[in-house]
């Protein structure tokens, strides 16, 4: 069995590029910069940082082209995939990027959101209906513990 997901929380590096596709399809893509701090051998403080490249397609393209901008807080779920093509020149060159499913909004919701709570979390995913609750009573004789 094979599994290709990709989790990471980051800061966008600049606004998103949101386009409409001929097919009407929307796209949007931006850079997420994640960090990484560690006392290295000489007790001396490291800093790393990497630059993710995140792609949106849909519903969740159009969200994150309305809410999302420079330095947004953000947590994105997707699957790596990497694409190749040939430049101008003939060069072939590649691209390794994150097709996002998911995403949180962490730096709070947006203007007009719910008054509930929490970070607004945005799926590519249908939505389904709600299923219906059956409560039962519980009886304490059956509880295991």
């Not at 949101?18 to 006392?39: D, E, I, N, Q, Y």
């Not at 947590?75 to 093509?85: A, F, M, S």
């Amino acid at each position: 069995m094979d599994l290709n997901r990709a989790t990471i929380l980051g800061r966008l590096t600049r606004d998103p590029e949101m386009k409409s596709l001929p097919s009407g399809k929307t796209v949007t893509s931006f850079s997420l910069a994640t960090g990484r701090v560690w006392t290295d051998a000489n007790g001396q403080k490291q800093k790393q940082s990497e630059f993710h490249n995140i792609v949106m397609w849909g519903k969740l393209a159009e969200t994150a082209g309305q809410y999302l901008k420079k330095a947004s807080r953000l947590y994105v779920e997707g699957r790596i995939q990497t694409r190749d093509w040939a430049g101008k020149d003939g060069a072939k060159h590649y691209r390794t990027e994150i097709v996002a499913d998911n995403m949180i909004m962490l730096d709070g919701r947006p203007s007009g959101g719910s008054e509930a709570g929490g970070a607004p979390s945005y799926s590519s995913a249908p939505v389904s209906a709600p299923q219906e609750v059956v409560e039962e009573e519980i009886k304490v004789e059956d509880i295991p513990f």
